[in-house]
C-alpha cells in the first residue's frame, strides 16, 4: 500500500526530469457529482506522463497509486529535487512500461494531498480549507478525474492499466465503470473488499487520528496538526504493509546500539529496531501527508466493494473486455492470495482473458515496490501480450 | 492473551463462592531483587485458590494469567457479583483442572493493576503511586513472588503449571527457574520469544500510551488518565488475538444499523461492526486497566527471551523434569504453530517426555479460552497422563 522503499535514483533507465501538471475541471458553474449525491468543484488533479503519446493514441498506459502515492511515478522533478517517483523501477526506457514504447500517465487521486483537491484544499465557498466540509469520496469517484483527464489528452483507448494495493482497487473500478476502455489490466495485491481485518486495521488508525485532542473535527490546518494519531496510524499500517518474515529478516530481535533492555525506563518503545524503524516511518509521514486525506481515502478503501450494485463479483466483473493479468504475493498478508483468486475465478467464469501468478516473494503486502527481475519480466510480458492481441 | 470472551455463569460446575486473597513478602528491611538489579518491596500479591490441598500436598495446580488476566481465574467473588473467573470453563469441580481433586492456585502477577504490586500502587518511599519510579521487570521477575507464595503455602512440588499466552511465558520460565517442582506443565499458545511482529504491534500499543498528553510520564493518578492511548493500545491488541477467519464470521462486511455508509461524514470509524466491537473492546478496558501496568507487562513480554543466557532453546530446556504438553492453534497468527514446534523440538532432543497438539480452531490466539469440548478433554487427558506417571 505504499511508497517507502527507499529507491537509488539511475540515471540510466531514468525517465528523466518530470513536471507535474495540473488539470483542473468542474469549474463553476459546473461541479463534480460524486456517488453520494454530493458535488464538488472546481476539482484540480495533479499528474504526470513520461514518453510520448504516438500518433493514434494507442499507447497509453494509465496507472494507479496506491494509499500515500502522488501522481510522481517515475523520473524526477528537477536537478536539484532528484527523488525518484514511486514506481520508478518500473517506469522508464527498457522498463517493464518502457518510455520508448509507452506514454505512461499518473495522476494523484482526489482526497489526497499531492496537488489533487482534497481535504486540505481551499474551499472556495469559504476561501479555507474543506477540512470535514469535503465531502466523502469513493474509489468509484477517484477514476472520474482521472477519466477526465484522459479526454483531455484526447485519449480513447488506453493500452493498459495498473496498479497495486488500493491502485489495484482503482483497476478494478475502471474497469467496472469503463469496461471497454483499455485492452489491458493488471490487478496486483489487491481485494474486491476489504475483511473486517482489514477494516479493523484502518479504523483503528483513524480512530487514533480522530482522538488526538489537535485533530479538531478536522480544523486543524491554522494550528498544530494530529501528528500523534496520524503517525500511530501509520505505524499500525507499516506492519500490515510487512510480512512477518521480511520483519524477521530485516529486524528479527535485534536492540538499538546501546540500549540496555532492562534498565531504560526513560521510554517504552526505544529498545528494538523494528521500534525505531516505525516510528521513523510514522514521523516522516506526519511531513508528507494530511490526516483527513488519511481518513477519507481510508474510508474509502474500506466502503470499496465492488461487487456493490451487482449480484456477485462475477456479474460485478462481467462486461470487462480488457485482457487482465492478476498477481498476489505469497506473503501478503493484508490482501492474501485467496483474495485475488476470487477476481480471477469471477473473471474465468466470464471468459475474460485472465493471467494469474501468485509471486512468490518474503517482503508481503509492499512486494510490487520491489525491485525484482523476475517481477519486471512478467510485467514486460503481460504487456507483450496485450500488444501481440491487438 | 485476553480474557474478553464472554463467559456464562454455569452453577453447576462452579467453583463457587471464592475470596480474593493476598500475600505480602519483602517488607521492610528486605526487598525483592529483580534480575536487572533493581529493587522492590513490600511486594502483595492478589492470588485465589480452588479446590483443597491434600494430606501431602502433592495434587496443586498453579495457573498463570495472561497480559490483562487476574487472579480471578474460577468460580464468583460473592452472591452480588457473580462474574465468573478467567478461565472458569476450566476451572472447577468435574472440569479438566477438576477441584474435586485439584488445588489450583492463581496470582495476579507483579506490575498488573488487579491486587498485585505494580505502577498503581503506593510507593511506600514516597506515599503515592509508583508510576515510572516502579522498577522495570521481567517475566523472570514475575514468577519469582509466586514461588514465594508456594513456600508460604507449604507446597513443595506442584502437580503441574499452566498458562496460555504470557501465561504460557510464565509456564516457561517457571520450568527454567525450577526445572524440577512441577510433575506436569502446560505450554499453551505462547513462543520462546516475541518476533519482530509481535513487538511491533505491542510497541505501536506503547507509542500510542506515551504520546497521550494526559499520560503525563506516567504521573496521571491525580488527574485524567491516558484513556485515547489505552484504549488504541487494546484494539491494536484485540486484532492480533483474534484470526482473520473468526473476524470473518463474526462480522464480515456487516454495518452498524442505520448507518449508511457514503454520507455520514460525522465520523469515520462508526459504519461497520467490527470497528464498534473494537471500540467497546477499547472503551471497558480502560475502565479495568491501568495504563503504567500495560506498558511495563508488554515491555517484560517483549524483552522475554527463554533462551537468554544459554547458547539456545535446547540449552535452555534441558534441566525441565516435567513431562510437557504444548499446544498452538492453527489459526493464531499471533503465535503461530513454528514457535510451539520449536519449543516441542528442544524438549524432545533433551529426551523430555512431551506431547504436541496443534489444535484445530478457528478462533485465533484466544482460542484457548473458548468452551470447546475437545480442548477440555485434551487437558484433562494430560493430566491423567501425568497422575499415570507420578
Known amino acids: ?35 453520494n449525491g454530493s458535488k464538488l468543484g472546481p476539482v484540480t488533479i495533479a499528474y504526470e506522463t513520461y514518453g510520448a503519446l504516438n500518433h493514434d493514441k494507442s499507447n497509453a498506459i494509465l496507472v494507479f497509486h496506491a494509499l500515500s502515492g ?6 524526477y522533478n528537477s536537478p536539484e529535487d532528484k527523488k525518484p517517483g514511486w514506481w520508478d523501477i518500473m517506469i522508464g526506457p527498457g522498463k517493464p512500461f518502457d518510455t520508448d514504447k509507452y506514454f505512461v500517465i499518473c495522476s494523484n487521486i482526489i482526497g489526497g494531498c499531492k496537488g489533487s483537491t482534497g481535504p486540505s484544499s481551499i474551499n472556495p465557498a469559504t476561501g479555507k480549507p474543506y477540512g470535514l466540509s469535503f465531502p466523502i469520496i469513493s474509489i468509484k469517484d477517484m477514476i472520474i478525474p482521472q477519466k477526465k483527464l484522459l479526454d483531455y489528452l484526447g485519449i480513447k483507448t488506453l493500452f493498459c492499466i495498473t496498479g497495486g494495493s488500493v491502485g489495484g482497487m482503482l483497476v478494478l473500478q475502471w474497469l467496472v465503470s469503463y469496461p471497454d476502455l483499455s485492452e489491458g489490466a493488471m490487478i496486483i495485491a489487491t ?10 486495521f484502518n479504523s483503528v488508525g483513524r480512530y487514533a487520528i480522530i ?11 491554522e494550528g498544530e496538526k494530529p501528528d500523534k494519531g496520524l503517525s500511530i496510524a501509520r505505524m499500525i499500517g507499516h506492519i500490515t504493509y510487512l510480512s512477518e518474515e521480511s520483519m524477521r529478516r530485516k529486524f528479527g530481535r535485534k536492540v538499538i546500539d546501546g540500549k540496555l533492555s532492562l ?33 477519507y481515502i481510508t474510508k474509502a478503501i474500506d466502503d470499496f466493494d465492488i461487487t456493490e450494485g451487482f449480484e456477485n463479483l462475477c456479474d460485478a466483473l462481467k462486461e470487462i ?28 467464469i466470464n471468459g475474460i482473458e485472465t493471467t494469474y501468478t501468485n509471486f512468490e516473494s518474503p517482503y508481503g503486502h509492499d512486494a510490487f515496490l520491489i525491485d525484482d527481475a523476475r517481477l519486471k519480466r512478467l510485467f514486460a510480458g503481460f504487456l507483450k501480450s496485450i500488444k501481440e492481441r491487438i
Open 321 to 348: 473486455k480488457a485482457k487482465c493479468f492478476v498477481m498476489s504475493f505469497t506473503s501478503d498478508w493484508l490482501y492474501p492470495k485467496e483474495q485475488s483468486m476470487k477476481i480471477v475465478k469471477a473473471l474465468k
Open 263 to 295: 534498565t531504560d525506563i526513560a521510554d517504552f518503545t526505544k529498545e528494538f529496531e523494528v521500534e525505531n524503524y516505525l516510528q521513523y516511518q510514522g514521523e516522516s509521514f506526519i511531513k508528507r501527508f494530511d490526516a483527513n486525506s488519511y481518513l
Open 211 to 221: 482522538k488526538d485532542p489537535n485533530w479538531n473535527n478536522g480544523d486543524y490546518y
Open 70 to 75: 502522488d501522481a510522481h511515478a517515475a523520473g
Open 1 to 35: 500500500m505504499e511508497e517507502t522503499i527507499p529507491k537509488k535514483l539511475n540515471d540510466e533507465g531514468s525517465a528523466g526530469i518530470v513536471e507535474t501538471l495540473y488539470f483542473t475541471f468542474a469549474e463553476p458553474p459546473e461541479e463534480l457529482v460524486l456517488s
Open 191 to 200: 481485494s474486491p473488499n476489504h475483511t473486517a481485518q482489514a477494516i479493523a
